[in-house]
């Protein structure tokens, strides 16, 4: 596939609030555009775009939609937030469905750390015969979460610069860390499948554990769409897909998905080797760290974001400009705790970005 760019494609969730601030449910917001949808929680919403050849297209796409959603919501009083968590809120309740009644019989309370998290999916087209390198080359690029922290808040208080982050890999997949940390380099295709059927039953043995019935489990769940590590080979969509960014303003999303396109689009032509503990990408080879180097560089992109000079460094010499990207984590982070009040105001100051956002990359056009 030497000179073909692979497409991408991304999904990305937005919080819902009405002109004070507080969180209310879409309505009508989610036939605003094709690739709208609701999440499993009221208030959150999801912006898909179609695989797309170009960033370019994707740009275009993504806006597009995300400009339709905010004019409904102008009509209908609503905004869109860009923040990883809503900052504080209460109990946040789940729209119905079986295959959440499931989760939440397994994780029991810990789903409720799920419920507060809004993130960004990233799509990648599979090169085949490349999967590994680039599935090995995503799992290496984790530590780029930091590039797009949106928020450091959990029920008002400081719980770390990428919240979500935390509370997904250490607080709610605790009891099935396999489910939800990010998995170790692969040798071959083979080994994925039979990660993929061991986290199943590990799954299922929870499942029953907690008195949900097989049958259920297996007309809700199939071993793809039983796990939730960060970096995954997706047979049902053809693309290797990075779920780890937090949500955040449409331009820093798409301007990550490139980035992270970019090095999978290389990774299927360039020679990918594990060496060392650096790690670097050049326009002939990508090195990628040791994977006990990569957790740790996760580690403090969760804990310290671009505070911390080894991520810094360590993106940069993975091929990534950390001075195109604000992460809004920095800018709202502070000592708390947060009141609702201070909570419903930073949400709509978040919203009122997202929207000048919106309106300044389209009055750009596509150049």
């Given amino acids: ?16 609030i009405d002109a004070d601030g507080r969180l209310v449910e879409p309505g009508d917001l989610v036939n605003a ?16 775009t179609t695989p797309c050849e170009t960033t370019r297209a994707l740009r275009r796409e993504l806006f597009e939609r995300v400009g339709a959603v905010l004019r409904e919501a102008e009509r209908s009083g609503k905004h869109l937030v860009p923040l990883a968590t809503p900052i504080r809120e209460g109990v946040i309740r789940d729209l119905p469905s079986e295959r959440t009644r499931i989760q939440d019989r397994i994780l029991g309370d810990d789903f409720e750390y799920v419920r507060h998290c809004a993130g960004t999916h990233v799509h990648v087209e599979q090169s085949p015969g490349d999967e590994i390198d680039q599935l090995n080359t995503l799992i290496a690029l984790d530590p780029a979460l930091a590039l797009v922290n949106s928020s450091p808040y959990f029920q008002g208080r400081r719980l770390a610069v990428g919240a979500r982050s935390k509370l997904y890999r250490w607080l709610a997949y605790d009891d099935l860390s396999h489910q939800g940390r990010l998995w170790r380099y692969l040798n ?19 499942a029953r554990e907690a008195g949900v019935d097989r049958r259920a489990v297996q007309a809700n769940f199939d071993p793809e769409s039983a796990v939730w590590t960060p970096v995954q080979l997706r047979d049902t969509f053809g693309t290797v897909e990075w779920r780890s960014p937090d949500t955040a303003l449409p331009s820093q999303v798409v301007r990550l998905a490139e980035d992270v396109a970019a090095v999978a689009t290389s990774a299927a ?17 990508i090195v990628l760290p040791t994977f006990d180097t990569v957790i740790e560089h996760v580690n403090t992109a969760i804990r310290e974001g671009l505070e911390s000079q080894s991520v810094r460094s360590y993106l940069e010499r993975m091929g990534f400009d950390i001075a195109a990207y604000e992460p809004l984590a920095h800018e709202i982070d502070g000592e708390g705790p947060i009141t609702p009040e201070q909570a419903r105001i930073r949400r709509l100051e978040q919203a009122d970005r997202l929207e000048r956002d919106v309106r300044q990359t389209q009055s750009l056009g596509d150049d």
Avoid: C, H, N
């Avoid at 555009?33 to 898909?48: D, Q, Y």
């Fill in 33 to 48: 555009s094709p690739g709208v949808e609701r999440e499993f929680v009221e208030p959150l919403l999801e912006i898909k």
């Fill in 188 to 206: 071959e295709r083979g080994q994925w499948t039979r990660r993929l059927e061991r986290r199943y039953e590990e799954f299922e043995r929870a």
């Fill in 1 to 16: 596939m030497s000179g073909k760019s692979l497409r991408r494609s991304i999904e990305v969730e937005y919080w819902v």
């Fill in 269 to 285: 032509t360039a020679d990918v080797r594990i060496d060392g503990d650096a790690g670097r990408v050049t326009d002939e080879e």
